[in-house]
Protein backbone atom coordinates (compact mmCIF):
# COMPACT_ATOMS: atom_id res chain seq x y z
CA UNK A 1 0.00 0.00 0.00
CA UNK A 2 1.35 3.60 -0.78
CA UNK A 3 -0.15 4.75 1.98
CA UNK A 4 1.94 5.02 4.99
CA UNK A 5 2.24 7.24 8.28
CA UNK A 6 -0.20 10.36 8.69
CA UNK A 7 -2.59 11.40 5.62
CA UNK A 8 -2.34 15.54 5.66
CA UNK A 9 -5.76 16.68 6.18
CA UNK A 10 -7.20 19.96 6.39
CA UNK A 11 -9.03 21.68 9.67
CA UNK A 12 -12.22 22.10 7.32
CA UNK A 13 -12.60 18.05 6.54
CA UNK A 14 -11.86 17.51 10.39
CA UNK A 15 -13.96 20.59 12.04
CA UNK A 16 -16.67 21.31 9.03
CA UNK A 17 -18.36 23.66 11.55
CA UNK A 18 -15.33 25.04 13.56
CA UNK A 19 -14.58 24.40 17.04
CA UNK A 20 -14.29 25.91 20.59
CA UNK A 21 -11.87 25.27 23.53
CA UNK A 22 -13.32 24.21 26.66
CA UNK A 23 -10.08 22.94 28.77
CA UNK A 24 -6.69 23.43 29.97
CA UNK A 25 -3.62 23.05 27.69
CA UNK A 26 -2.20 20.53 29.28
CA UNK A 27 1.44 18.44 28.86
CA UNK A 28 1.04 14.97 27.80
CA UNK A 29 2.60 12.34 30.26
CA UNK A 30 4.81 9.62 28.55
CA UNK A 31 3.55 6.50 31.06
CA UNK A 32 6.70 4.27 30.02
CA UNK A 33 8.98 7.41 30.66
CA UNK A 34 7.42 8.63 34.37
CA UNK A 35 7.79 6.34 37.06
CA UNK A 36 6.81 6.50 40.76
CA UNK A 37 6.41 10.46 41.58
CA UNK A 38 8.07 11.62 38.36
CA UNK A 39 6.14 13.42 35.40
CA UNK A 40 7.66 12.73 32.28
CA UNK A 41 6.38 14.80 29.28
CA UNK A 42 5.54 12.59 26.17
CA UNK A 43 7.62 13.30 22.95
CA UNK A 44 6.41 13.15 19.32
CA UNK A 45 8.10 10.03 17.65
CA UNK A 46 8.83 11.56 14.38
CA UNK A 47 9.89 15.48 15.71
CA UNK A 48 11.03 15.02 18.93
CA UNK A 49 8.96 17.95 20.24
CA UNK A 50 6.94 17.80 23.47
CA UNK A 51 3.20 17.09 23.30
CA UNK A 52 0.44 19.29 25.19
CA UNK A 53 -3.37 18.28 24.53
CA UNK A 54 -6.48 20.53 24.90
CA UNK A 55 -9.89 19.65 25.28
CA UNK A 56 -12.26 20.90 22.16
CA UNK A 57 -15.77 20.72 21.82
CA UNK A 58 -16.70 20.11 18.19
CA UNK A 59 -19.55 22.39 16.80
CA UNK A 60 -21.04 20.18 14.31
CA UNK A 61 -24.87 19.61 15.07
CA UNK A 62 -25.38 16.18 13.94
CA UNK A 63 -22.18 15.01 16.02
CA UNK A 64 -23.78 13.24 19.10
CA UNK A 65 -23.13 14.33 22.64
CA UNK A 66 -21.01 11.91 23.89
CA UNK A 67 -18.52 12.29 21.21
CA UNK A 68 -18.28 16.67 20.79
CA UNK A 69 -15.79 17.15 23.18
CA UNK A 70 -12.41 15.54 22.34
CA UNK A 71 -8.82 15.88 23.23
CA UNK A 72 -6.62 17.32 20.74
CA UNK A 73 -2.56 16.72 20.76
CA UNK A 74 -0.22 20.00 20.00
CA UNK A 75 3.28 19.35 19.33
CA UNK A 76 4.97 22.53 20.59
CA UNK A 77 8.34 23.36 21.95
CA UNK A 78 6.80 26.00 24.63
CA UNK A 79 3.47 25.55 25.61
CA UNK A 80 0.75 26.63 23.08
CA UNK A 81 -1.60 29.50 24.65
CA UNK A 82 -5.02 29.28 22.96
CA UNK A 83 -6.42 32.17 21.50
CA UNK A 84 -8.85 35.09 23.14
CA UNK A 85 -12.50 34.58 24.13
CA UNK A 86 -14.75 36.00 22.62
CA UNK A 87 -16.30 39.17 24.08
CA UNK A 88 -19.19 39.07 25.80
CA UNK A 89 -19.74 34.50 25.18
CA UNK A 90 -17.89 31.67 27.07
CA UNK A 91 -16.73 30.26 23.80
CA UNK A 92 -13.31 30.68 22.14
CA UNK A 93 -13.55 29.38 19.10
CA UNK A 94 -9.48 27.99 17.88
CA UNK A 95 -8.26 26.19 14.39
CA UNK A 96 -5.58 23.78 13.91
CA UNK A 97 -3.43 24.30 11.27
CA UNK A 98 -1.36 21.51 8.85
CA UNK A 99 -3.31 18.64 10.45
CA UNK A 100 -2.94 14.76 9.69
CA UNK A 101 -4.71 12.11 10.25
CA UNK A 102 -3.56 8.65 11.98
CA UNK A 103 -6.14 5.72 11.45
CA UNK A 104 -6.04 2.84 14.51
CA UNK A 105 -8.12 0.52 16.27
CA UNK A 106 -9.66 1.46 19.44
CA UNK A 107 -8.21 -0.52 22.79
CA UNK A 108 -11.31 -0.31 24.48
CA UNK A 109 -13.67 -0.15 21.91
CA UNK A 110 -12.47 -2.34 18.84
CA UNK A 111 -13.62 0.67 16.48
CA UNK A 112 -12.01 2.30 14.30
CA UNK A 113 -10.77 5.67 15.55
CA UNK A 114 -8.57 9.12 14.44
CA UNK A 115 -5.47 10.27 15.83
CA UNK A 116 -5.46 14.00 14.38
CA UNK A 117 -2.16 15.81 14.63
CA UNK A 118 -1.50 19.74 13.20
CA UNK A 119 1.36 22.51 13.22
CA UNK A 120 -0.55 25.12 14.88
CA UNK A 121 -3.23 25.98 16.86
CA UNK A 122 -4.82 29.76 16.67
CA UNK A 123 -7.50 31.71 16.50
CA UNK A 124 -10.25 31.16 13.29
CA UNK A 125 -8.92 33.86 10.36
CA UNK A 126 -12.88 34.75 10.18
CA UNK A 127 -15.94 34.16 12.31
CA UNK A 128 -19.23 34.30 10.91
CA UNK A 129 -22.54 35.25 12.74
CA UNK A 130 -23.00 31.73 13.96
CA UNK A 131 -19.21 31.02 15.43
CA UNK A 132 -18.36 28.85 12.74
CA UNK A 133 -15.11 29.73 11.12
CA UNK A 134 -15.25 30.78 7.55
CA UNK A 135 -13.02 29.31 4.53
CA UNK A 136 -9.47 31.05 4.06
CA UNK A 137 -7.48 31.19 1.11
CA UNK A 138 -4.21 33.32 3.54
CA UNK A 139 -2.04 31.08 4.12
CA UNK A 140 -1.64 28.90 7.22
CA UNK A 141 0.98 29.85 10.16
CA UNK A 142 2.74 27.27 11.85
CA UNK A 143 3.68 27.86 15.49
CA UNK A 144 2.11 24.99 17.26
CA UNK A 145 0.58 21.51 16.53
CA UNK A 146 -2.10 19.41 17.45
CA UNK A 147 -3.74 16.29 17.39
CA UNK A 148 -7.15 14.71 18.05
CA UNK A 149 -8.26 11.40 18.71
CA UNK A 150 -11.63 11.19 17.32
CA UNK A 151 -13.89 7.50 17.50
CA UNK A 152 -15.14 6.57 14.37
Given amino acids: MAIQGPIPVSFDMVFPHGCYVVGQVEPVKD ?3 STGGRFVQSRDKTTGDPVW ?5 D ?5 KAASKTV ?3 ILS ?3 PVPPAPLPDSPFTPVEFDDMTATAY ?3 NTGRLAWSIR ?3 MRAPRT ?3 TGASAKSTSPASAKDTAGKDLAA
Fill in 31 to 33: FDA
Fill in 105 to 107: VGQ
Fill in 127 to 129: VTA
Fill in 71 to 73: AVK
Fill in 118 to 120: ARA
Fill in 53 to 57: QVAVM
Fill in 77 to 79: VVQ
Fill in 59 to 63: ADPTV
